[in-house]
Structures are given as C-alpha cells and as structure tokens.
C-alpha cells in the first residue's frame, strides 16, 4: 500500500518569511495529491492539489511542485501570515477511488 | 464546497457500551464515504471506505466488528463503536466524496472519550 512521509515535523517562520513542507510518496500508482490545513480541533480543510500530469500549480501564497521520478511533492507559502499558523497534512492517493494516505503533519507556527 | 456533517460533535461513554457517530452529506449524494481515526497531534489514520449499499473495505490492522460501518443511503454513514473500551478514546473523522469528483470534504469530527 501507499506510504507517505512528511517534514518536517515543526516549522517556526517569521511574519512575510516562506515555509517548505516536504513530502515523498512511495506507490507510483498514486496520481492524487492534496494538502490539508488543520486548525485545532477542526475539519482538514483542503487549500490546494496536484495531479500527476502537473509539476506545479499555484494559488496566490500557496504553491505546490511534484517530482513524480522522486516520488515526491512540496507545499510552498510565500509571505507567510500569522493565519497561517496550523497543521499542514499532505495526502497521496489515486484520485478514481478516493482513499488517501495522509502524511504525519507539519506544526506551522507563524510569529509576529 | 459541499458540507458534510457529524455528529455528535463529541460524546463521553462508559467502558462496555456502545457509540454509534454520524456523517451525513447535506448538499450531495456521498457515493464514497471514508472514516479516519485521528489521535492527539498525530496525522489521520484511515480505517475503512464503505460504497453507498455494500459492504464497508477496512484497512489492515482495524476490527471489522468492533468499528461497524454503515452506508445504507447516499447522504448518510454511520459508525458504531462497540464495547467500546478507553483505548478506543480518539476522534473520529470522516469524509464524503460525490460521484465523479476527487475532493472529498470532511465532517467536523467527533471527539470520543471512554471512562
């Protein structure tokens, strides 16, 4: 079955600095790959995906760049604002049946 | 995009006894509706897909008779804990994804504690 990884665990960012989350998948088959934005105790809300046939897509701050010879993609946020601090969970899956694999989390902390 | 509710949104419950969480697709008919088990800051664990009139899918590893999967209709699932036990205390989240689409939207969760 598919296995995701994801770093780091924490990331602390100063106000306007970028973050990097990083995650690497290992079923090849997996053609689905979408980020979540967690606040405590609160639903995973989706912020942005990928498909297998895009290397990059973009959506104002938010970015995301899949290598699928690597077997891996990465959440970029530019100009990072306190809002932004949450968990951030990256997911890989083959989009016809819908099941994800989720990565373990990233702690986004944004300080002022 | 499409709201998925659940409920209840948390429930306490004496070790031994039952729970039954629900998840109910209010503006879309959930082909496809997965449940996750979340533990304090950890990622989600997905423990079965069930299909809209068959029989729930788990994942290895979670007890097919101690977590019942229901998807008797295409706006509702539910799950039934049973004899449930204090290891049992997580919450539990789930999901919904319409025919035809990828994004699956998920419910607000349900934080259950067994004492």
């Known amino acids: 079955g598919e296995n995701v990884e994801q770093h780091p665990s924490t990331l602390s960012v100063q106000e306007g600095d970028s973050a990097v989350i990083k995650c690497t998948y290992s079923?090849?088959?997996?053609?689905?790959f979408p980020w979540y934005k967690q606040e405590l105790g609160k639903r995973p809300q989706l912020i942005i995906d990928?498909?297998?046939?895009?290397g990059e897509k973009k959506d104002q701050r938010i970015a995301v760049t899949l290598n699928k010879t690597a077997k891996h993609f990465s959440l970029h946020i530019t100009e990072t604002q306190p809002e932004d601090s949450a968990v951030y969970f990256c997911?890989?899956?083959?989009?016809?049946?819908?099941?994800?694999?989720f990565g373990s989390g990233t702690q986004v902390v944004v300080t002022p | 995009g499409a709201v998925v509710s659940q409920h209840p949104s948390w429930v306490i419950c004496k070790s031994g006894t039952s729970v039954k969480i629900e998840c109910r697709s209010l503006?879309?008919?959930?082909?496809?509706m997965f449940w996750y088990r979340q533990f304090p800051k950890q990622s989600l664990m997905l423990m079965a897909t069930?299909?809209?009139?068959?029989?729930?899918?788990?994942e290895q590893g979670v007890e097919k008779d101690k977590f019942l999967i229901n998807h008797a209709s295409l706006t509702l699932s539910t799950l039934t804990v049973t004899s449930a036990h204090p290891e049992d205390s997580s919450f539990y989240i789930c999901?919904?994804?319409?025919?035809?689409?990828?994004?699956?939207?998920f419910g607000q969760g349900t934080r259950l504690t067994v004492v």
């Open positions: 999901s919904a994804r319409g025919a035809g689409h990828t994004e699956a939207f």
């Open positions: 990928i498909r297998s046939n895009v």
């Open positions: 079923d090849s088959a997996s053609n689905y």
């Open positions: 069930s299909n809209e009139g068959s029989k729930a899918t788990y």
């Open positions: 503006d879309f008919q959930a082909t496809t």
């Open positions: 997911a890989a899956g083959i989009d016809s049946w819908g099941k994800l694999q």
